[in-house]
Each structure stands twice: as structure tokens, then as C-alpha cells.
């Protein structure tokens, strides 16, 4: 089974602070994607990476940067929280071609931002 | 962009009953892939079914079956004989064949009574 770590559950920020998340898959695949989850907005994707080194923007890239020095890690930055980055972020993973054409997701990483 | 819709942000469903949760989507692609996703409180987002829009076979995975309407983009999700495990946020997601983004909807909570 495909399986995706996050660094942490739960964390707590205070306004200001550079926060890093981790994103760990274990299956050799190509594509990780950082979504954010909000209540009735479902999950929007903030950045995706298809290869080491390689990222794309998605939905909504604004106060976030991410980091994918090594296939299997995915880290999302936020360079300078805000309080209304507090969320639910989510990480996934998903192989770029071929049959298995579905995400697998980590746990989730609730930040709350002081 | 592409959109997908889920009208209902809260179901309830008697335990042994049927239910279904709609999902609507747009796209001019011919070449796709929907899915469901299932997030039970606090833990982690696992894969329902998945319907590959070639196929006119609607996708069945035990309990879990999907009504696809092509031409009105309308992929549901039937579940039948609820159990109280069944009792999660419901995801609708949609994916290009040659793209690697996942769109979601905003998720529809079922709550399944006893």
C-alpha cells in the first residue's frame, strides 16, 4: 500500500514565524500536490511538483512556496504566517501516467496560526 | 478551470438505507477521470471508486456503486445498506487524462443514524 507521511498533526504558529510542512511517499511517485482545507471551500490546490525540482502553481500559490529536492519528499513553506493561512493542509501523492490514475493522501496537518 | 459542483453539503441516511450524493461537473475534455473520495473525522482520505469516462459501465465497489451521465456531467455516488462507518465527508474529484490536477468539489458530510 502507498503510504503518505506529514511531518505533523497538529501544529501552532505565531504570526510572522516561517512554518515548514513535510510530505513523505513512499511509492516512487512522480507527482505531490499541497492542498489547503477549508470548511465549504473543499480542497484547493496551493502548489503540484511532477518531478524533483519541478513545481507548478495551482489555485492559489499566494504566501506559500514549496521545496522537492528528493522524489519522495514534498515540503510546503510559508515564508510568513498569516493568520489566515490556519487550515487544514493536506499532502498527496499520484503516479504521472498509467493505470493506478488516483491520489493517495497523507493525514493532514491542522495549523493554527496565532 | 475546471469546476466540479456538489449541491448538497449535508446528507443523513438511515443505517441499512440507500443514499446517493450528486456531483455535477464542466469540462469539454473527452478524456477523464472522476472519483469519490471518503474522509472519516479526523483521518485520512482514502479512494472510494473511480469512473473512467470512456467506459460506459458505471463502476461498482461492493456497497458503493456511481450513476455516470456523460452527457449531463453527472457522476453520483450510491451507497447502499449505510453502515455507521459510512459516516465521513464525501469527496467528488476530476482529473484530465493527459493532466496531472485534481479538481474537488466542497464535499458533501453524511451522517448515517442509527
Known amino acids: 500500500d502507498v503510504k503518505v507521511t506529514q511531518s505533523s498533526r497538529y501544529l501552532v504558529k505565531r504570526t510572522g514565524e516561517k512554518v515548514f510542512l513535510e510530505c513523505v511517499q513512499d511509492?516512487?511517485?512522480?507527482?505531490m500536490f499541497w492542498y489547503r482545507q477549508d470548511p465549504g471551500l473543499g480542497l484547493r490546490l496551493i502548489y503540484f511538483?511532477?518531478?524533483?525540482?519541478?513545481?507548478e502553481k495551482g489555485d492559489i500559490p499566494e504566501g506559500y512556496s514549496v521545496s522537492r529536492e528528493k522524489k519522495e519528499r514534498f515540503s510546503l513553506i510559508l515564508e510568513s504566517a498569516s493568520t489566515n493561512q490556519t487550515s487544514m493542509y493536506l499532502c498527496?501523492?499520484?503516479?504521472?501516467?498509467?493505470?493506478?490514475?488516483?491520489?493517495?493522501f497523507g493525514p493532514g496537518t491542522r495549523l493554527l496560526v496565532l | 478551470a475546471q469546476t466540479v459542483t456538489q449541491s448538497q453539503p449535508e446528507m443523513s441516511v438511515q443505517e441499512a438505507e440507500t443514499v446517493t450524493l450528486s456531483c455535477t461537473y464542466d469540462?469539454?475534455?473527452?478524456?477523464?477521470?472522476l472519483f469519490w473520495y471518503k474522509q472519516p473525522p479526523s483521518r485520512q482520505m482514502i479512494l472510494v471508486i473511480r469512473?473512467?469516462?470512456?467506459?460506459?459501465q458505471n463502476a461498482t465497489e461492493n456497497r458503493f456503486s456511481v450513476n455516470f451521465q456523460k452527457a449531463a456531467k453527472s457522476f453520483s455516488l450510491k451507497i447502499s445498506d449505510s453502515q455507521l462507518g459510512d459516516a465521513a465527508m464525501y469527496f467528488c474529484?476530476?482529473?484530465?487524462?493527459?493532466?496531472?490536477?485534481?479538481?474537488f468539489g466542497t464535499g458533501t458530510s453524511l451522517t448515517v443514524i442509527p
Open positions: 511538483s511532477y518531478d524533483v525540482k519541478m513545481k
Open positions: 498527496a501523492s499520484s503516479l504521472q501516467t498509467g493505470i493506478q490514475e488516483t491520489q493517495y
Open positions: 474529484a476530476y482529473k484530465r487524462g493527459t493532466g496531472n490536477q485534481f479538481y
Open positions: 469540462t469539454s475534455e473527452s478524456d477523464y477521470y
Open positions: 511509492m516512487d511517485h512522480e507527482n
Open positions: 469512473q473512467e469516462a470512456y467506459k460506459q
